[in-house]
């Protein structure tokens, strides 16, 4: 595949209309070109949409480099496109050389050195950055609001079309359990909801869950008569306490976070998608509508670190950076988010 036939499928399917925040950021940085002469690590999860967001690093002058395949899989068809775009594959020497700008995913990279600091996309990346005290700044761009349409909305889309994949379409009246009642399980709960299942929640913390969705007050009943259990705990080995329960059960498994959450008693092939992210089975795991604003979020994370505001240490994003991402977004998409900040329960922030 040639160049031009790559950016030409990539903009066939990914028009503006679906990805309007990374479109308005790449024709802008195009003639601006503010990251001219830096050079880039980008650890999203490689798949075909996340080029875009490559494209508009790469037209913004950067030097781009794509990290893939430590914590989270990756596409090998996009991974030829890739190349075939003019990005960059690191090998070990050149991750220990380093780069400008670490633009991270689950901390997979924070061991490779950054001049100008580091952007990292989630919870757990963040906490391992915390833990880590760099002694440079790091943009936390799962802080955000924007973060939400992918995390909450886009994950709880991903799950129903991996169920959707794996011949689990039809949820009307069926039960539901979710481990995690965390941005990533209020998602999912939200969509599970919306699809007419009867959902209920394990979390130690019991949080306040959102509307319409119960705590589960007697679990290892409701396992063994539940029709879907979802992990998304972000926990390795979460449910690993009610593998008895889960194996006795008529479920259907899946599990949502990077980690394997259902433990070593239940084996890969009870679980879809061999107990890898659901979503990951799909080709795009997370519909571009709902990553886009998150990918055009973290890239901005590299034009603040390149002006060298921050000081060490870990940050928000810019609220005038999401404001103005906010504002290029269309108003379906805005009134899914507010539908779902409105079912939240109310200690949730």
Not at 22 to 37: D, H, I, N
Not at 155 to 163: E, K
Not at 192 to 217: N, Q, S
Request: glycine share 8%; with cysteine.
């Amino acid at each position: 595949m040639t160049r031009r036939e790559a950016e030409a499928a990539l903009a066939r399917d990914y028009p503006p209309g679906d990805c309007p925040a990374l479109t308005r950021q790449r024709g802008v940085w195009a003639r601006e070109r503010p990251l001219a002469g830096l050079t880039l690590l980008d650890a999203t999860p490689l798949f075909r949409n996340t080029l875009v967001k490559h494209l508009a690093l790469r037209d913004a002058g950067a030097e781009v480099w794509v990290g893939y395949g430590r914590a989270m899989p990756f596409d090998p068809e996009a991974l030829d496109m890739a190349r075939a775009l003019g990005l960059h594959i690191p090998d070990d020497a050149r991750l220990k050389a380093g780069f400008d700008v670490v633009l991270d995913c689950a901390a997979a990279f924070s061991g490779v050195p950054a001049r100008l600091g580091y952007a990292e996309l989630t919870r757990s990346g963040a906490h391992r950055y915390r833990q880590a005290a760099k002694a440079c700044p790091v943009i936390d761009v799962d802080h955000s609001r924007i973060k939400t349409f992918e995390t909450a909305l886009g994950t709880g889309d991903g799950l129903i079309r991996g169920l959707r994949r794996f011949g689990h379409g039809a949820l009307h009246g069926k039960t539901a359990v979710v481990f995690g009642c965390g941005k990533v399980g209020r998602g999912i709960l939200f969509r599970l909801t919306r699809e007419g299942a009867r959902c209920f929640v394990i979390d130690p913390a019991r949080p306040i869950p959102p509307h319409g969705v119960a705590h589960a007050e007697a679990p290892h009943a409701l396992l063994r008569a539940a029709d879907l259990v979802v992990t998304a705990t972000g926990v390795k080995d979460a449910a690993a306490p009610y593998a008895a329960d889960l194996l006795a059960s008529h479920a259907a498994l899946a599990n949502m976070g990077v980690e394997d959450e259902f433990g070593p008693a239940i084996p890969p092939t009870r679980v879809l998608n061999a107990k890898a992210p659901l979503n990951f089975a799909l080709p795009d795991p997370t519909r571009m509508r709902y990553i886009d604003p998150t990918m055009a979020l973290h890239n901005l994370a590299a034009l603040t670190l390149a002006r060298g505001a921050p000081a060490p240490g870990l940050h928000p994003p810019s609220p005038a950076d999401e404001a103005a991402l906010l504002a290029t977004l269309p108003r379906p998409l805005l009134d899914e988010l507010a539908a779902f900040e409105a079912a939240q329960g109310a200690d949730h922030v």
